[in-house]
């Protein structure tokens, strides 16, 4: 009897721990998202570009939210956080941001499905609001029961592009920021191998690039460098092929690169050089 009561009382345990596991609360977030920022100067109120960060907390009763916030807050490029919300109100040092007279930010909240919604509308969207915004569901004690993150990435086109040809002592022989359709006069080079350097800058995110010789691919590894142009976001992106054989041909022969960000944003940037090799 004994025997079967301590498996009893077990039994009784298991399912408390079970059911605790099960209760354990939590956020769920939008995707992450791309998007150009709004025009400096709008013709019409339709390109203005406006996003909505989604957070949902598991509980579906008011009064849990009441005790257990659910907040936002915001990273940027340079790792600096700003707390927007703290539960049902903006945080004291983003009211500006959310409610000023400025203010693109705003803070809506409603039941969804089994859970509670506490979502982010951005009217305008600049390049300030690239970062991550963070969702956390933190209890009475200032404890941090969950947290998720939501990516906004607000996209640059690649400013520039530049090709230049090395010998193999380092030395620039040849250069180009210009595309092959522009006029460019063959250069006249003996036949070796040869380095070739492509450069791009100003992207966010980070570019894809190519070099080509002659119509084939040589290389479309990318090695990108994070950094700020005009308080943007910026990314260098760089191809360095350090030995290429570029060898005799009765006609002018062609070296192109091209960079540009993921999505089809924008059009594709190109500088190009033509040689003689003899």
Not at 67 to 83: A, R, Y
Request: one cysteine or more; a negative charge.
């Amino acid at each position: 009897m004994d025997y079967l009561n301590y498996l009893a009382c077990f039994g009784i345990m298991i399912n408390i721990f079970v059911g605790n596991v099960a209760a354990k609360e939590y956020v769920t977030v939008g995707q992450s998202m791309e998007v150009k920022a709004t025009p400096d100067k709008l013709v019409d109120v339709t390109q203005s570009v406006n996003v909505e960060l989604y957070c949902t907390g598991s509980r579906s009763d008011l009064g849990y939210y009441m005790k257990n916030l659910v907040e936002w807050s915001f990273i940027d490029s340079d790792g600096n956080e700003l707390q927007l919300t703290e539960g049902f109100h903006p945080a004291k040092q983003a009211k500006e941001l959310l409610f000023g007279p400025s203010g693109r930010y705003t803070l809506t909240w409603n039941t969804v499905n089994n859970g509670y919604g506490f979502n982010i509308r951005i009217n305008a969207v600049t390049h300030s609001d690239n970062g991550i915004f963070r969702c956390s569901l933190v209890d009475e004690k200032r404890r941090k029961l969950d947290s998720k993150d939501v990516t906004l990435t607000v996209v640059n086109p690649v400013l520039g592009v530049s090709l230049e040809i090395h010998d193999m002592d380092h030395n620039v022989i040849a250069q180009s920021d210009v595309p092959l359709n522009v006029n460019l006069t063959p250069i006249s080079i003996p036949p070796g191998q040869y380095k070739i350097k492509c450069a791009s800058y100003g992207s966010n995110p980070a570019p894809t690039m190519e070099v080509w010789h002659n119509g084939n691919i040589l290389s479309s590894s990318v090695v990108a460098t994070k950094g700020k142009m005009n308080n943007r976001v910026s990314y260098n992106g760089t191809i360095s092929i350090m030995s290429q054989d570029i060898l005799p041909h009765t006609s002018v022969q062609t070296i192109t690169c091209s960079a540009n960000i993921p999505g089809g944003y924008y059009p594709t940037i190109q500088s190009g050089l033509t040689v003689m090799v003899r």
